[in-house]
């Protein structure tokens, strides 16, 4: 592997049509992050989507449509690492050693299982449970220094960094005997940020960007045409007030916010840039520019999909190629912690028993 500053880690589940939200928040995000002095890995993370049950055969279809959106936004599978995360087993079993080092009790501060477990957590799954755990696990892995996330992933991220920090601690003494130092895994810096880290519903400006929102309306799905994308675009809510010039003034307009905060990422510019064009127009101008930009970046994404799912047994080369690269590393780093806790593991220095 080049030597890179960086080593960039994250992943998307393979729950459902990929939308504008997940486009914005993290795959056009990825694709950026390749022009970087940085090692880039995108995992497809379908382990995670198993903490609740998934129909087999439409979770093999999901995984590779996220793949085929990763490789249609120009994420190159040679210059960057693309795979899913099933393929390489070091990720399970370094989420073993981090349950022995993970506390109860910052498991039980984290608000994503509170949400999504609801009232009815007693028949939630311990990997729903155990999922920031596994998370931490992938982005260690490959000692990450840096992941790209969502707001809603901070928590996680920060439970990551808990975890390397205390495996530092607690094996210190073994980590120097074996020559990695004052530390071995890093402190992973998160990546927040954008114009859009957080796109909201179409339908409901307080309301995140989902694939589960029973309206399709609420969404434009990477998979949507032209014609469906500037449909809802012209359909999404709004105020009757024309846009402010000062970004001030959308604090208590959650549409309009929204609005101008997916017009600032497609086009690469700030909500101050957009305002200086729009302030002051009414929603009839600004939507149908909107619904033109959102066409322009979006369509060719959608076609592109469409070709790539066509062709299966390329998608699933790309994850294999992927996989093993990713693999390559991940065991490296697996076999080091195996010496750093006292583990006795395979290897052309221990001779067979007789």
């Known amino acids: 592997m080049a030597a890179f500053t960086e080593l960039v880690f994250s992943g998307v589940q393979p729950t459902g049509n990929l939308h504008l939200g997940n486009y914005l928040g993290a795959v056009k995000r990825f694709v950026e992050m390749q022009d970087r002095d940085a090692q880039c890995l995108y995992c497809v993370v379908d382990l995670h989507a198993i903490t609740v049950w998934q129909d087999p055969e439409a979770l093999r279809g999901q995984i590779r449509e996220v793949t085929a959106a990763f490789l249609a936004a120009g994420i190159d599978p040679k210059r960057s690492i693309v795979f899913n995360q099933s393929q390489v087993p070091q990720h399970a ?24 477990a609801g009232k009815d957590r007693e028949n939630a799954s311990i990997g729903l449970y155990d999922y920031p755990v596994l998370m931490a696990a992938d982005i260690l892995a490959y000692r990450a220094t840096h992941v790209p996330v969502g707001e809603d992933q901070k928590q996680h991220l920060e439970l990551t960094r808990d975890i390397a920090q205390k495996f530092n601690t607690d094996f210190s003494g073994s980590i120097t005997a074996h020559g990695h130092g004052d530390a071995f895994f890093p402190i992973t810096e998160p990546l927040i940020g954008g114009p859009a880290a957080r796109v909201m519903s179409l339908r409901d400006g307080t309301k995140k960007m989902s694939k589960s929102d029973p309206s399709d309306n609420a969404r434009i799905n990477l998979t949507d045409d032209a014609d469906a994308i500037a449909q809802k675009i012209r359909r999404a809510k709004t105020d009757p007030e024309p846009l402010p010039s000062e970004v001030a003034g959308l604090k208590e307009r959650p549409e309009a916010d929204n609005l101008v905060g997916i017009y600032a990422a497609l ?10 064009d729009f302030g002051g127009a009414q929603f009839s ?14 369509a060719p994404i959608a076609g592109e999909m469409r070709r790539l799912t066509a062709d299966p047994g390329h998608i699933d080369a790309v994850l294999a190629d992927g996989g093993a690269r990713a693999e390559t590393i991940a065991a490296q780093t697996l076999d080091a912690v195996k010496d750093i806790v006292g583990f006795v593991r395979r290897g052309p220095s221990l001779q067979a028993v007789r």
């Open 93 to 116: 079993e370094l989420a073993w050693v981090f349950n022995c080092v993970a506390r109860l009790g910052w498991l039980n501060r984290m608000t994503q299982f509170k949400e999504k």
């Open 267 to 276: 086009a690469g510019i700030t909500r101050e840039d957009v305002l200086r």
């Open 285 to 298: 101008t600004f939507k149908p520019a909107l619904a033109d930009l959102a066409v322009t970046s979006l």
